[in-house]
């Protein structure tokens, strides 16, 4: 099993420790990158996908980088609408 299987698997059993950092490869692997909005776009992030149009947003968590439920719970649902996993 590849790293990015694994970290599929990881993402989809959605733990608790789950990282934000963990999210960025996960995303990178399904040609997701990160919009730089510039200087005042403070904690939120909004992931791009320039194939299928997909765009994420969130609140990147602080002080700890570990995800809450709901943040893993909305990525998997658009990342199911744009077909990129099932």
Same mark, same amino acid.
Request: charged fraction near 35%; avoid cysteine; glycine fraction near 6%.
């Given at each position: $099993?590849?790293?990015? +299987?694994?970290?599929? *698997? ?5 733990? &608790?420790?789950? @990282? ?13 990158? +990160?919009?730089? &909005?510039?200087? @005042? ?7 791009? =996908?320039? *194939? &299928?149009?997909?765009?994420?947003? $969130?609140?990147?968590?602080?002080? =700890? ?5 709901? *943040?893993? =719970?909305?990525? +998997? +649902? ?9």
């Amino acid at each position: $099993m590849s790293k990015a +299987e694994k970290l599929l *698997q990881r993402f989809l059993a959605k733990p &608790t420790d789950f @990282t934000f950092d963990e999210l960025e490869r996960f995303l990178k692997g399904f040609g997701y990158e +990160e919009a730089k &909005t510039g200087k @005042t776009s403070g904690s939120r992030v909004a992931f791009l =996908n320039k *194939q &299928t149009k997909s765009v994420i947003r $969130m609140h990147k968590p602080h002080p =700890n980088l570990e995800l809450k439920r709901y *943040q893993l =719970n909305d990525v +998997e +649902e658009v990342l199911k609408k744009a077909g990129v996993i099932k």
